[in-house]
C-alpha cells in the first residue's frame, strides 16, 4: 500500500508546499522546528485541511480539493502517536485501548484488548489509569491502541520526546521490532538523528515547508549533498571550498588541501567532515594527513572532545573520539579519508530532481 500526499496551505509568515509518495516501510521527517514536520502529519490524518493538494493511501483518496473529498480524521483509518500520547486519564488502560476498536462485539473486543496487552508487555496493568503508569509504559499503551484500530498508515510525531535516555533506548529496540512486523506505511517525525538512522530505512529532510532532499537515509547520510542537509544529518565540520580539479578540493577556512574519492563539480562551494571521522596520524602518512594544533579539549563519559585547528590561523575544527581508542592527548597529526569528504552545496536545489518521491 502506499501513501501519496501532495498538500498546500499557507499562513501569516509560513507556507506548506510538500509532495511526496511513499511505497510501505518507515520513512523518517526531519528538519528544524517550525518547518512544518508535524503540519505535514495533521495534513494526512485530518486534523488541519490544506488549501490544496490531494492525499491517498492505495485506493483510498482522503482529501482531494479538486473533487471536494476530505475525509474527517475518525474514516481515514490512520495511526496517530501525539508527542504526549493523548491517553484518555479517566479511563483505565484497558479502555483506552478498547475505544479505538469501535462498534465491535463484546467478546471480540475482550479479546483484542487482552491481545494487545500481551503484545506489549502490560499484562496486570489493564485496571490502571494513564497517571499510574511510567512513561515508557503510557507510549506502549497508546502504541496498543492505535495498532488495535488495524490503521493502514501510522504517523508517529516525536514519539521518543518525553522519555528519558535510558528508556528511550530500550523503546526504540521496541518500537523497532514493532515496525518490522508492520505492513503499513509508517511516518515518523523527529529531532533526532539516531532515531531516524536506527527506525527509518527512507528519509526526508524538511526547510521552510518543503522538502528540499530525500532518499535512502543511509544515502543521505553518506552524501547529504546540501549543508543544510548535513547539519541535519549531525556533521558539525564546515569550510568554504574552492575546486582545484576533479578529485582535489581546498578548504578554504582549514587552510588545507584535501583529496575526494567523489568528482569534485564546479558549484561545490562547501565541505563538511564528520566528528568521527579524523584518524591520529603521522608525519608522511599520505594524502588529507596536516599537522594540527589543540584549542580546547572536553572529556565526556565515554569520548573525548577534541576543538583543534589545521594553523594558528585556521578556523576550529572537532574531532570525537572514544576514550578505549584512545588516551586523550591529540596527536601532531590528524588524517581524513577521501570518503570522508561531504562534498556540498550552501544553497540551490534539492540534491536530486525527484528529490521527495
Same mark, same amino acid.
Given at each position: ?22 511505497? =510501505? ?42 473533487? &471536494? ?65 511510567? &512513561? ?135 565541505? =563538511? ?53 584512545? &588516551? ?30
Amino acid at each position: 500500500m502506499s501513501l501519496h500526499v501532495v498538500a498546500k496551505r499557507k499562513w501569516k509568515g509560513f507556507a506548506l508546499d510538500m509532495e511526496f509518495t511513499s511505497q =510501505g516501510g518507515t520513512r523518517g521527517i526531519v528538519g528544524a522546528s517550525g518547518c512544518g514536520k508535524s503540519m505535514t502529519l495533521k495534513c494526512i490524518a485530518g486534523i488541519e485541511t490544506p488549501d490544496s493538494g490531494k492525499i491517498t493511501i492505495g485506493e483510498q483518496v482522503l482529501y482531494d480539493s479538486a473533487q &471536494g473529498v476530505n475525509l474527517r480524521p475518525q474514516d481515514r483509518k490512520i495511526g496517530y502517536l501525539f508527542q504526549n500520547y493523548a491517553l484518555f486519564p479517566h479511563m483505565k488502560v484497558e479502555e483506552n485501548i478498547a475505544c479505538a476498536l469501535g462498534k465491535v462485539p463484546k467478546a471480540q473486543r475482550q479479546q483484542t484488548v487482552e491481545e494487545m496487552l500481551r503484545r506489549f508487555r502490560l499484562e496486570g496493568l489493564g485496571g490502571r489509569f494513564p497517571g499510574q503508569l511510567s &512513561g515508557g509504559q503510557q507510549q506502549r499503551v497508546a502504541l496498543a491502541r492505535i495498532l488495535a484500530y488495524e490503521p493502514n498508515a501510522l504517523l508517529l510525531d516525536e514519539p521518543f520526546s518525553a522519555l528519558d535516555f535510558y528508556l528511550k533506548e530500550q523503546l526504540q529496540l521496541e518500537l523497532k521490532d514493532m515496525l518490522e512486523e508492520y505492513s503499513g506505511d509508517v511516518v515518523i517525525v523527529t529531532h533526532s538523528r539516531d532515531e531516524v538512522y536506527q527506525l527509518c530505512e527512507q528519509l526526508m529532510v524538511m526547510e521552510d515547508g518543503r522538502c528540499i532532499a530525500s532518499g535512502k537515509t543511509r544515502e543521505l547520510f553518506r552524501n547529504p549533498g546540501l549543508l543544510s542537509v548535513a547539519r541535519l544529518t549531525g556533521c558539525k565540520n564546515f569550510s568554504a571550498a574552492k575546486p582545484l580539479g576533479k578529485y582535489r578540493i581546498l578548504a578554504k577556512d582549514w587552510g588545507i588541501e584535501l583529496a575526494t574519492s567523489r568528482p569534485v563539480d564546479q558549484d561545490i562551494d562547501c565541505i =563538511g567532515v564528520r566528528a568521527h571521522d579524523f584518524m591520529p596520524a603521522t608525519e608522511g602518512d599520505g594524502e588529507n594527513t596536516f599537522s594540527v594544533q589543540l584549542r580546547e579539549r572536553l572529556e565526556s563519559p565515554f569520548e573525548w572532545n577534541m576543538l583543534f585547528s589545521p594553523g594558528p590561523e585556521a578556523a576550529s575544527v572537532w574531532w570525537k573520539i572514544s576514550k578505549e581508542s584512545y &588516551g586523550g592527548n591529540l596527536p601532531d597529526f590528524l588524517r581524513v579519508d577521501p570518503d570522508n569528504i561531504l562534498l556540498l552545496r550552501s544553497g540551490g536545489p534539492a540534491i536530486r530532481k525527484d528529490a521527495c518521491q
